[in-house]
């Protein structure tokens, strides 16, 4: 049984990205076939596994707009079980593009249907948006991931995100599931940290991950060397606890 994962919200620069690269990085290298689709017009998940942008024939854009054969996208990466569908910039003119387009919500799910029997997990990484290419991710997944970066105004914006989720749970997707509320970017040196756990588990409770993500310099290193922290540096706490929470979330299967 494979399933589908979004990690969603609105927020920019909240660690959707770094989550989504690592946590596949992480259940790939515990054995899982793992597929990253990325459908953030600016393509760090495709970067951050290395892949050049410049050499991208097929990417998510000609899957939602084009109709092309998603196994035609589908590349791999330097971590074996872990391939990715890839975003370039093309990628910005689908939300336009897809407005005149019958089901538009539902391309996304369509596509992955085709290759879904190939992976057990596949991670869509959301742009900071609650536009028509976050609806399609949430349409196809089983469930949403919410990462929340541990600092003021952490909980701002969530109500609109659970709204959509309520939303496309009503109309296009009536199995979606909230998969878990997963902190980041944790300073375990401030206060300011602990009262925002303690906020975000009073509104979450039990959907909130045992492992939290502390900042590292290593984890933000990472991706500018083209590479998950597993690879780049697997002895460093970035690595530790993301494949702590890989282990977190397959276990919740
Ligand atoms: P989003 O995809 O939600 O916009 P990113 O994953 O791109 O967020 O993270 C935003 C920035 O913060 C990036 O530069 C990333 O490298 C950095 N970052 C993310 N998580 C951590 C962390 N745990 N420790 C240090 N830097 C981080
Ligand atoms: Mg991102």
């Known amino acids: ?17 770094t989550t989504s690269v690592n946590l596949g990085a992480g259940m790939a290298t515990l054995g899982k076939r793992v597929l990253l689709v990325d459908i953030d017009p600016q393509g760090n998940t495709t970067s951050g596994v ?9 990417c998510i854009y000609d899957i939602l707009i084009n109709e092309v054969d998603p196994q035609e ?21 689908a939300e336009i593009e897809l407005v005149s387009t019958i089901s538009r919500e539902l391309k996304l799910k369509k596509a992955l249907n085709a290759v879904k029997a190939n992976y057990d ?18 349409t196809a997944a089983d469930s949403v ?5 541990c600092e003021y105004y952490a909980l701002e914006g969530l109500s609109q995100l659970l709204n959509t989720v309520r939303l496309v749970q009503k109309n296009l997707n009536p199995h979606l599931k909230i998969e878990g509320v997963l902190l980041t970017m944790l300073d375990a040196r401030t206060n300011l940290g602990i009262q925002v756990i ?8 039990e959907k909130v991950y045992r492992t939290i993500i ?21 002895r460093s706490k970035g690595a530790e606890v993301y494949l702590e929470l890989a282990k977190e979330v397959i276990s919740y299967e």
Do not use: W
Request: glycine share 8%; hydrophobic share 40%; net charge positive.
């Open 73 to 93: 996208t589908i590349l791999e990466t330097r971590i074996e079980g872990l391939h990715i569908i890839p975003a370039t910039i093309q990628l910005a003119g």
């Open 50 to 58: 290395g892949v050049n942008k410049a050499d991208v024939a097929n």
């Open 1 to 17: 049984m494979s399933k589908i994962i979004a990690i969603a919200n609105q927020k920019g620069g909240v660690g959707k990205t």
């Open 198 to 205: 303690e906020e975000v588990k009073k509104y979450f409770q």
């Open 121 to 138: 997990y596949i991670i869509i990484d959301c742009p900071p948006s609650l536009g028509i290419l976050t609806i399609n991710s949430l």
């Open 145 to 149: 991931i919410i990462p929340i970066q």
């Open 214 to 234: 502390p900042r590292n310099v290593r984890l933000s290193e990472a991706p500018s060397h083209g590479q998950s922290i597993i690879t780049y540096d697997s």
